[in-house]
């Protein structure tokens, strides 16, 4: 079965550091793009990150630029976004997604159950 | 960036209804466009991909069609399970983006 399992998430203060992991099951993990997509409670989707198959390429959303790096390790099939600088606005609930096919242009087809950052002092 | 304005953004329904949701891109796309359904408390499920393809499972009474920069999801006839929130996504180029979302509610 594939499956996506995010971890990390916690209540942080303001200005503060968390690494959220994803770990990955089913598939060939290094075969496929991967995103971090969030989502504010009562609010919409907005996706924040995204890395190419082989990790070579990686993508912000303007809101997190400069603040947040995604990774992934092949060899343990596992997904990361390590957050800096966090603000009140990055409180959210934050899904691990997998894209359909190697590129991103043709959907994420799993994900994962969400794992929950808040920010606040 | 790209921007997606999708509407109605909230739309009143009943069972066996058909229902015609409406994603707008702020430039060209190509049809690099995905439509997911998310329920409360659930994560995402991916129903079109490629503006008009049917990801594998999902039923056929779910639909996708574009012209030009505008983009439609129809849901031919609802049933009471398809009562949830849908999201339009454009992957044609980073940063992807989302569109505000359309909450189908039982009338």
């Known amino acids: 079965e594939v499956q996506l399992l995010e971890s990390g998430g916690a209540l942080v203060q303001p200005g503060g550091s968390l690494r959220l992991s994803c770990a990955a099951s089913g598939f060939t993990f290094s075969s496929y793009a991967m995103s971090w997509v969030r989502q504010t409670p009562g609010k919409g989707l907005e996706w924040v990150s995204g890395?190419?198959?082989?990790?070579?390429?990686?993508n912000y959303a303007d809101s997190v630029k400069g603040r947040f790096t995604i990774s992934r390790d092949s060899s343990k099939n596992t997904l990361y976004l390590q957050m800096d600088r966090l603000g009140v606005e990055d409180t959210a609930v934050y899904y691990c997604?997998?894209?359909?096919?190697?590129?991103?242009?043709?959907?994420?087809?799993?994900w994962g159950q969400g794992t929950t950052v808040t920010v606040s002092s | 960036d790209i921007q997606l304005t999708q509407s109605p953004s909230f739309l009143s329904a009943s069972v066996g209804d058909r229902v015609t949701i409406t994603c707008r891109a702020s430039q060209g796309i190509s049809s690099y466009l995905a439509w997911y359904q998310q329920k409360p408390g659930k994560a995402p499920k991916l129903l079109i991909y490629a503006a008009s393809t049917l990801q594998s499972g999902v039923p056929s009474r779910f639909s996708g069609s574009e012209s030009g920069t505008e983009f439609t999801l129809t849901v031919s006839s609802l049933h009471p399970e398809d009562f949830a929130t849908y999201y339009c996504q454009q992957l044609n180029s980073y940063p992807l983006t989302f569109g505000g979302g359309t909450k189908v509610e039982i009338k």
């Open positions: 890395i190419s198959n082989s990790g070579a390429s990686t």
């Open positions: 997604a997998k894209h359909r096919v190697i590129s991103y242009y043709y959907g994420i087809d799993v």
